[in-house]
């Protein structure tokens, strides 16, 4: 393996889209100028916010549609992992489509049988491979998609958000199958909203900000640059409760980490969990209050929103700004993945100054409670009769 | 290590079209094409209750149809063979033909969710409808051996035209099926008007009448532009070789096979360009 052979190499590519189907005059530009190179072997992150073009990016590199203009010139095999459980059709069982998807994504018959057994086994759908997949569940359909593409033999990897799906463990498990290729010298691009995670799995990231490359270099760089201009974004959405940046506050970053382990991608119910959320600030402000907020794993209801308010001890920021640190002791949360929320407020109007607008995750994998819906730390105690009528209540000394 | 492919994209543009190189992935991909085109049959009858018999009941219900009409009106455009027989013949043909335009039209449109997310070569979706049809002709043509059994028919070595004739209608099936499911992506008027199409075609080609009842009654100019139709030389060839026990007319077939020729590669030139923007517009 050679260090200095390029495996992608996009050169001034351009791609319009119309907006208008019958109206050949409006279009837009998806991408603008996207030029780099992907040494072999490398692994590349691409962030951005939503409508970038990260996703029209991936398409191009995958083949799925031509740039406008340019040239994108791909050395190997590539598998896309951009939606998975592409090609399943209902009425098949389960093994019918592993062969079916398979073949869609270029795999041989004779590899797919070959492999068949450890895809089943990826998937944990055992049972019910002879099923037609019309009855599984969610979460067995997508788990058997995923397993399908991560057998593809290849020399280069496209990821799309492929953590956001599944439960807890299985995107762990997704996790250790791109890091396993990683390992094994795949060049791998990696299109991610969870910052932690390009950080984490990246050599260097590129920032696409309206269709343009808005940053490029080692990943901790490219997430402070997308921070930095997150922290400028003004939002036009018609919130008015909402007054930044001109506020003066902004979040920019909302980051997990363990105590114990410092690695950690997903956490256990009952383990210790330190939250930490970055903000910028361009004025100081008194009395302000952060709340982070737990999502379940729809995303919709908000299941808990502690807040440094709670405990009465009013915040005065300073500029350039810094991090608030949320420290729980043993994790409530039953095995799921979780969406992460945070906000500052203003502690006597209670006005919104600023909220987090990124994807955190939170996996929460294993742990003691299993069935219900939290764990409750706690410690337990037998008191036999003949103690009680002994005349020892609750508050004695524990039994040694 | 050395030997990885090299791929390039680059803006659609019909003088980088390499019809080689595409016909190269695509045997690449032959897996592919024989999974779908298996899917394609098996996922079909799926379901139903009647199955593949389904293949034989557009063709028999529609010679049963025709002989009712024809006995009503006492016509007899058969000449000397059994209308059914004649009328049959004629169908297995035409019935892989409308059926083979109506599902390879639709080929890209009825799979934009494997367009937009998996970059594979497209034209197998239409081949694969082209191949379905060929088995469900096959299946239509054990009811033909029926009938011939029945009426007393044997089968003569002229019978071998009719490979011929099957391979042209394959041929025509490819041609159209890439161009119409191509041109559908941006212009879904190609599915609204295939109905019409199919109806205007058949009464256009000698399947409940023979080719010399066209060339009798049409007026000579008239008739130059009816030997136009590709479809006629396939049909007729057909019914002559397997039930009539007759060489084939050259000049239908030499039609068939000109049209075939010209058609399949500018079909696939024109399906390889729109496909590297099909994704946008589906």
Redesign the interface.
Known sequence: ?SGSAIDLSLVDVWKA??RN?SRRADTFWALQEIGFDVPRGATLGIIGRNGAGKSTLL????????????????????A?L??VG??F?P??TGR?NV??SG???????REIAAKLESIVDFAGVGPFIDTPVKWYSSGMYVRLGFAVAAHLEA?ILLVDEVLAVGDAEFQVKCLQRIQELRDRGVTSLFISHDLTAVERLCDSAILIEAGKIAATGAPADVVAAYHRRLALWDPTSGETTIDSPRSGIALTNVSLRSPDDAKAVAFSSGAPLTIAVRYAASRPIANVEFEVRYYSPDGKTRIAAPSTGESRQPLHVQPPGGVVEFHCSALPLKRGSYSIGAVVREMTTMKVLAWWDGDTRLYVSRGPATDAQLYIPHSWRLIPDDEKTAGISAGAQPPA | MSSRPVTVFEPPDLRRIRPLAALQRLAAARDLFLTLSLHRISVRYRRSRLGILWAVIQPVAMMLVFTLMFTVLRAKPAGDIPFPLFAYSGLIPWTMFSSGLYNASTALTSHAGLLTKVSFPREILPLTYVVAGLVDMSIASLVLACLMLWFGVPLQLTALWAIVAVMLLTGLLIGLGLLLSAAQVRFRDVGLAMPVLVQVWLFATPVLYPLSAARASLPEHLYWVYRLNPMAGVVDTFRRAVVLHQAPDLGAIAVSAAVVTILVPVAYVYFKHVELTMADVI
């Open positions: 393996m889209y119309r189907a398409k191009l590199l995958a083949g799925i549609t031509a740039p406008t203009r340019g040239r994108i010139v791909i050395h190997g095999a590539v896309a951009i939606e592409s090609g059709h009425e098949l019918e062969f079916l073949a869609i994504l270029g795999m041989g018959r020399d």
